[in-house]
């Protein structure tokens, strides 16, 4: 047990815009040994089918973090009162070859598993998720997922590839990574080429909560809900930014219109507070799309309420 905390570097002691380039300006090092939990950042976008640039994102990611504060004031989360946090860099991925990306990401994160360490992965494009998934199960079995999202990510093949950011959950169910009727997939819209692509979950046992289910009300009922399905099992969080509409989050790859709101996103994380989380991921912001920052903003902003509702907090 850690006889002090670490706390993000305020801005009184370092004006915002100084100190370490690290999530939340938090101490970086360079494995999880003695962490309850850690940033990890998976710059990565040769998974990606349409607008690269994903592979920017964990930097601008943790940049647009530095104005984050240790407490959240709406929840009442004082999450470096009682946890160890720090940022442990980023997975070296190859460049040019997606899958033994692939098997790097598995490794980095039996090595952070190994430490009982709970990640927030900062992604990135959503082809990490798979092995990130494949690491958890030997650590905690299948897993429950809340995955939100405008797109289901359970395609086949992609150009005869089978490893792709559009195929992870496909890939999940046939290695037996999720319990699939503790899984939840919320946001999903836009066109697609057939019914199939969003009733294919449906058969495997997975919700399906479409981004028009979800217009012009709140999702707290929807994750009371949830919680109560899913219990205590372990749970990954999987969070694309996508899922919201390109009004609040243009920096990504694959844009759909009809997403949804901030305030909803909010409402899906914290409403996973009382879940057994063990682990979470945002991913596929673009900096490249979005010159403003914001994307990477409000990324960073949904990792820290992740932090503030992990078990613990």
């Avoid at 952070?112 to 992965?121: R, T």
């Avoid at 949804?260 to 996103?265: E, M, S, V």
Wanted: aromatic share 6%.
């Amino acid at each position: 047990m850690a006889t002090s905390f670490n706390q993000p570097l305020g801005g009184n002691d370092m004006p915002r815009f100084g100190g370490p380039a690290t999530m939340m300006r938090l101490p970086t090092q360079p494995t999880a040994a003695g962490l309850d939990v850690c940033f990890v950042g998976i710059p990565m976008d040769i998974g990606t089918s349409n607008r690269s640039g994903t592979r920017h994102g964990p930097r601008q990611i943790r940049a647009e973090s530095c104005m984050l504060r240790p407490y959240n004031m709406a929840t009442g989360a004082a999450p470096f009162e009682k946890l160890q946090v720090a940022d442990v860099g980023d997975v070296a991925i190859n460049t040019f070859d997606l899958k033994d990306s692939v098997l790097r990401i598995e490794k980095a994160y039996d090595d952070i598993l190994s430490h009982d360490c709970v990640p927030l992965g900062i992604g990135g494009d959503h082809t990490l998720t798979l092995p990130i998934l494949r690491a958890i199960k030997k650590k905690h079995g299948p897993v429950a997922l809340v995955h939100v999202d405008a797109h289901a990510d359970v395609n086949d093949r992609m150009f005869g590839e089978t490893i792709a950011h559009g195929t992870p959950f496909r890939r999940a169910v046939e290695e037996d990574l999720l319990v699939n009727d503790k899984v939840f997939q919320i946001g999903l819209r836009g066109t697609g080429y057939a019914p199939e692509d969003f009733d294919w979950p449906r058969r495997q046992g997975f919700t399906v909560v479409t981004a028009e289910e979800c217009w012009h009300k709140s999702l707290t009922p929807l994750m009371a809900e949830i919680r109560n399905t899913i219990g205590n099992h372990p749970t990954y969080i999987s969070y694309d930014i996508d899922s919201l509409d390109p009004a609040f989050a243009p920096g990504t790859g694959t844009v759909e219109i009809g997403g949804l709101t901030i305030w909803q996103g909010l409402e899906i994380v914290r409403g996973c507070s009382g879940l057994n989380v063990v682990g979470g991921d945002l991913v596929e912001v673009s900096p490249p799309y979005d010159p403003t920052g914001n994307t990477a903003l409000i990324g960073a902003n949904l990792l820290y309420e992740m932090l503030c509702i992990l078990p613990g907090v």
